[in-house]
Protein backbone atom coordinates (compact mmCIF):
# COMPACT_ATOMS: atom_id res chain seq x y z
CA UNK A 1 0.00 0.00 0.00
CA UNK A 2 2.73 2.23 0.84
CA UNK A 3 6.79 2.87 0.21
CA UNK A 4 8.91 3.86 2.46
CA UNK A 5 12.42 5.87 1.18
CA UNK A 6 15.65 6.88 2.91
CA UNK A 7 15.68 10.40 2.55
CA UNK A 8 19.10 10.57 5.16
CA UNK A 9 21.24 8.27 6.38
CA UNK A 10 21.51 10.01 9.47
CA UNK A 11 25.12 9.14 12.52
CA UNK A 12 25.63 5.55 13.03
CA UNK A 13 23.65 5.14 15.96
CA UNK A 14 20.84 7.57 15.16
CA UNK A 15 17.54 7.16 16.24
CA UNK A 16 15.45 6.99 13.42
CA UNK A 17 12.62 9.75 12.49
CA UNK A 18 9.73 8.25 10.18
CA UNK A 19 7.86 11.60 8.13
CA UNK A 20 4.56 11.63 6.03
CA UNK A 21 3.29 13.73 3.81
CA UNK A 22 0.29 15.73 2.87
CA UNK A 23 -2.48 14.93 0.30
CA UNK A 24 -0.94 15.76 -3.15
CA UNK A 25 2.91 16.09 -3.14
CA UNK A 26 5.68 13.26 -2.42
CA UNK A 27 7.31 12.87 1.04
CA UNK A 28 11.20 13.75 -0.78
CA UNK A 29 9.83 16.79 -1.91
CA UNK A 30 7.74 18.06 0.92
CA UNK A 31 10.33 17.23 4.10
CA UNK A 32 13.79 17.00 1.32
CA UNK A 33 15.51 20.84 3.09
CA UNK A 34 14.48 19.78 6.39
CA UNK A 35 15.41 16.08 5.84
CA UNK A 36 18.60 17.18 5.12
CA UNK A 37 19.37 19.48 8.38
CA UNK A 38 17.45 16.11 10.79
CA UNK A 39 20.03 14.28 9.25
CA UNK A 40 22.65 15.46 11.01
CA UNK A 41 20.80 13.60 14.29
CA UNK A 42 18.50 11.06 13.32
CA UNK A 43 18.20 8.67 9.83
CA UNK A 44 15.11 9.78 8.28
CA UNK A 45 12.57 7.51 6.38
CA UNK A 46 9.72 9.06 4.67
CA UNK A 47 6.66 7.19 3.20
CA UNK A 48 4.33 7.99 0.33
CA UNK A 49 0.32 7.89 0.17
CA UNK A 50 -0.59 5.31 -2.58
CA UNK A 51 -0.31 7.30 -5.77
CA UNK A 52 2.26 9.33 -4.66
CA UNK A 53 5.41 9.70 -4.75
CA UNK A 54 7.50 6.04 -4.74
CA UNK A 55 4.29 4.47 -3.56
CA UNK A 56 2.18 2.95 -6.55
CA UNK A 57 -1.31 3.92 -7.14
CA UNK A 58 -4.06 1.90 -4.65
CA UNK A 59 -6.66 -0.42 -5.85
CA UNK A 60 -9.69 0.39 -3.87
CA UNK A 61 -10.37 2.14 -0.65
CA UNK A 62 -8.74 2.03 2.59
CA UNK A 63 -9.06 4.40 6.17
CA UNK A 64 -6.63 6.40 7.66
CA UNK A 65 -6.37 3.88 10.21
CA UNK A 66 -5.43 1.20 7.44
CA UNK A 67 -2.50 3.40 5.72
CA UNK A 68 -1.65 3.67 9.70
CA UNK A 69 -1.28 -0.03 9.93
CA UNK A 70 0.75 0.01 6.54
CA UNK A 71 3.44 1.81 7.89
CA UNK A 72 3.58 -0.28 11.12
CA UNK A 73 4.10 -3.23 9.07
CA UNK A 74 6.49 -1.58 6.81
CA UNK A 75 8.83 -0.18 9.95
CA UNK A 76 10.56 -2.73 12.61
CA UNK A 77 12.47 -0.78 14.41
CA UNK A 78 10.99 2.30 16.96
CA UNK A 79 11.18 5.34 15.50
CA UNK A 80 10.09 9.26 16.35
CA UNK A 81 6.89 10.29 13.73
CA UNK A 82 6.15 13.94 12.01
CA UNK A 83 3.66 13.88 9.06
CA UNK A 84 1.82 16.78 7.73
CA UNK A 85 -2.10 17.06 6.63
CA UNK A 86 -3.39 14.27 6.04
CA UNK A 87 -0.44 12.11 7.64
CA UNK A 88 -0.46 14.22 10.57
CA UNK A 89 -4.29 12.47 10.59
CA UNK A 90 -2.23 8.98 10.19
CA UNK A 91 0.06 10.12 13.54
CA UNK A 92 -2.38 10.38 16.10
CA UNK A 93 -4.11 6.68 14.24
CA UNK A 94 -0.59 5.39 15.03
CA UNK A 95 -0.49 6.66 18.35
CA UNK A 96 -3.98 4.97 19.21
CA UNK A 97 -2.37 1.58 18.42
CA UNK A 98 -0.40 1.88 21.62
CA UNK A 99 2.26 -0.03 19.71
CA UNK A 100 5.81 0.64 21.76
CA UNK A 101 7.73 1.12 18.48
CA UNK A 102 6.05 4.70 18.18
CA UNK A 103 8.03 6.89 20.47
CA UNK A 104 6.47 10.26 19.78
CA UNK A 105 4.62 11.93 16.96
CA UNK A 106 4.40 15.49 15.81
CA UNK A 107 1.10 16.52 13.96
CA UNK A 108 2.03 19.08 11.46
CA UNK A 109 -0.08 21.18 10.45
CA UNK A 110 -3.44 18.85 10.72
CA UNK A 111 -6.21 17.89 13.19
CA UNK A 112 -8.20 15.42 14.62
CA UNK A 113 -11.02 16.05 12.25
CA UNK A 114 -10.15 18.25 9.09
CA UNK A 115 -12.93 19.59 6.97
CA UNK A 116 -16.28 17.71 6.77
CA UNK A 117 -17.69 14.23 4.90
CA UNK A 118 -19.37 16.47 2.41
CA UNK A 119 -16.41 18.65 1.02
CA UNK A 120 -14.17 15.65 0.96
CA UNK A 121 -16.70 13.50 -1.22
CA UNK A 122 -17.29 16.43 -3.31
CA UNK A 123 -13.89 16.59 -4.06
CA UNK A 124 -13.17 12.73 -4.54
CA UNK A 125 -15.87 13.48 -7.34
CA UNK A 126 -14.41 16.13 -9.15
CA UNK A 127 -11.14 14.45 -9.34
CA UNK A 128 -12.41 11.07 -10.37
CA UNK A 129 -14.56 13.30 -12.80
CA UNK A 130 -11.77 16.04 -13.85
CA UNK A 131 -8.81 14.85 -12.40
CA UNK A 132 -5.96 16.75 -10.44
CA UNK A 133 -5.91 19.90 -12.87
CA UNK A 134 -8.61 21.79 -11.28
CA UNK A 135 -7.18 21.48 -7.82
CA UNK A 136 -3.95 23.54 -9.03
CA UNK A 137 -4.78 27.28 -8.44
CA UNK A 138 -6.91 26.27 -5.52
CA UNK A 139 -3.85 24.65 -3.87
CA UNK A 140 -1.44 27.76 -4.38
CA UNK A 141 -3.82 29.61 -2.08
CA UNK A 142 -4.45 26.94 0.22
CA UNK A 143 -0.85 25.43 0.67
CA UNK A 144 1.47 28.48 1.04
CA UNK A 145 1.93 31.60 2.87
CA UNK A 146 2.22 34.73 1.14
CA UNK A 147 5.41 35.06 2.10
CA UNK A 148 6.42 31.54 1.14
CA UNK A 149 4.71 32.73 -2.44
CA UNK A 150 6.78 35.41 -2.32
CA UNK A 151 10.06 34.51 -1.66
CA UNK A 152 10.28 31.09 -1.91
CA UNK A 153 8.10 30.70 -5.68
CA UNK A 154 10.45 27.92 -6.49
CA UNK A 155 9.04 25.81 -3.63
CA UNK A 156 5.53 26.36 -4.65
CA UNK A 157 5.93 25.84 -8.28
CA UNK A 158 8.27 22.43 -7.83
CA UNK A 159 5.43 21.49 -5.38
CA UNK A 160 2.18 22.47 -7.30
CA UNK A 161 3.83 21.02 -10.78
CA UNK A 162 4.06 17.55 -8.80
CA UNK A 163 0.76 17.79 -7.40
CA UNK A 164 -0.22 17.21 -11.45
CA UNK A 165 1.42 13.93 -11.70
CA UNK A 166 -0.57 11.97 -8.71
CA UNK A 167 -2.62 9.58 -9.63
CA UNK A 168 -6.35 10.64 -9.86
CA UNK A 169 -7.55 7.97 -8.48
CA UNK A 170 -5.39 6.90 -5.53
CA UNK A 171 -5.70 10.65 -4.47
CA UNK A 172 -9.70 10.44 -4.34
CA UNK A 173 -9.35 7.29 -2.22
CA UNK A 174 -7.44 9.06 0.03
CA UNK A 175 -10.01 12.41 -0.19
CA UNK A 176 -12.58 9.86 0.97
CA UNK A 177 -10.56 8.15 4.12
CA UNK A 178 -10.61 12.15 5.41
CA UNK A 179 -13.94 12.24 4.79
CA UNK A 180 -14.29 9.98 7.39
CA UNK A 181 -11.42 11.02 9.80
CA UNK A 182 -12.39 12.43 13.58
CA UNK A 183 -10.87 11.16 16.27
CA UNK A 184 -11.67 13.80 18.50
CA UNK A 185 -13.19 12.06 21.01
CA UNK A 186 -10.30 9.33 21.27
CA UNK A 187 -7.31 11.94 21.74
CA UNK A 188 -7.15 11.74 25.62
CA UNK A 189 -5.80 8.04 25.12
CA UNK A 190 -2.79 9.39 23.64
CA UNK A 191 0.11 8.87 25.60
CA UNK A 192 2.76 8.86 23.95
CA UNK A 193 4.56 12.89 23.32
CA UNK A 194 2.77 14.63 20.66
CA UNK A 195 3.80 17.65 19.08
CA UNK A 196 0.66 19.92 17.64
CA UNK A 197 3.21 22.13 14.93
CA UNK A 198 1.58 24.28 12.26
CA UNK A 199 1.60 27.84 10.29
CA UNK A 200 0.03 30.78 11.92
CA UNK A 201 -1.23 31.18 8.56
CA UNK A 202 -2.55 28.33 7.67
CA UNK A 203 -5.88 28.12 6.13
CA UNK A 204 -6.60 24.72 5.70
CA UNK A 205 -5.95 23.70 9.62
CA UNK A 206 -5.56 26.95 11.55
CA UNK A 207 -3.62 26.93 14.81
CA UNK A 208 -7.36 26.28 16.65
CA UNK A 209 -7.05 23.07 15.32
CA UNK A 210 -3.63 22.08 16.59
CA UNK A 211 -4.74 23.77 19.58
CA UNK A 212 -7.67 21.34 20.27
CA UNK A 213 -4.98 18.23 19.20
CA UNK A 214 -2.35 19.69 22.28
CA UNK A 215 -4.88 19.97 24.80
CA UNK A 216 -6.39 17.07 23.94
CA UNK A 217 -3.82 14.69 24.46
CA UNK A 218 -2.26 13.82 27.72
CA UNK A 219 1.53 15.29 26.85
CA UNK A 220 0.85 17.28 24.04
CA UNK A 221 2.91 21.19 23.04
CA UNK A 222 1.66 23.47 20.69
CA UNK A 223 4.66 25.71 18.07
CA UNK A 224 3.26 28.07 15.77
CA UNK A 225 5.09 29.15 13.00
CA UNK A 226 4.10 32.53 12.12
CA UNK A 227 3.52 33.54 8.56
CA UNK A 228 3.96 29.56 7.37
CA UNK A 229 1.15 27.98 5.97
CA UNK A 230 -0.04 24.18 5.44
CA UNK A 231 3.43 22.88 3.95
CA UNK A 232 5.58 24.19 6.78
CA UNK A 233 8.59 21.75 6.28
CA UNK A 234 8.85 23.23 2.85
CA UNK A 235 8.20 26.40 4.03
CA UNK A 236 10.19 26.85 6.84
CA UNK A 237 13.15 23.91 7.12
CA UNK A 238 15.09 25.31 9.85
CA UNK A 239 11.90 25.90 12.32
CA UNK A 240 10.53 22.78 11.68
CA UNK A 241 13.45 20.61 12.05
CA UNK A 242 14.24 22.86 15.62
CA UNK A 243 10.31 22.18 16.44
CA UNK A 244 11.13 18.52 15.45
CA UNK A 245 14.48 17.81 17.56
CA UNK A 246 13.02 19.42 20.32
CA UNK A 247 10.21 17.01 20.53
CA UNK A 248 11.67 14.36 19.94
CA UNK A 249 14.98 14.88 22.06
CA UNK A 250 12.20 15.48 24.76
CA UNK A 251 10.71 11.85 24.33
CA UNK A 252 14.39 10.29 24.60
CA UNK A 253 14.63 11.87 28.02
Given at each position: MITITELAPGPAGGAMLLVGPSLGTAVASLWGAAAALLGERYRVLGWDLPG????????????????????????????HYAGVSVAGAVGLHLALTGDPRVLSTAVVCSG?????RESWQERAALV????????????????????????????VEALLTELQGMDAASYAFVCEALSE???RSRLAEID??????????????????????????????????????????????????????????????
Open positions: HGASSPASGPFSLAELADAVLDAVGSPFAKLGTREQGIGPLVEGSRERWFSDRTRSERPEVHDVVPTLAHCGGDDVVCPPELMAEVADGVREGRLVVLPEVGHLAPAEDPEATVAALETQALGAEK
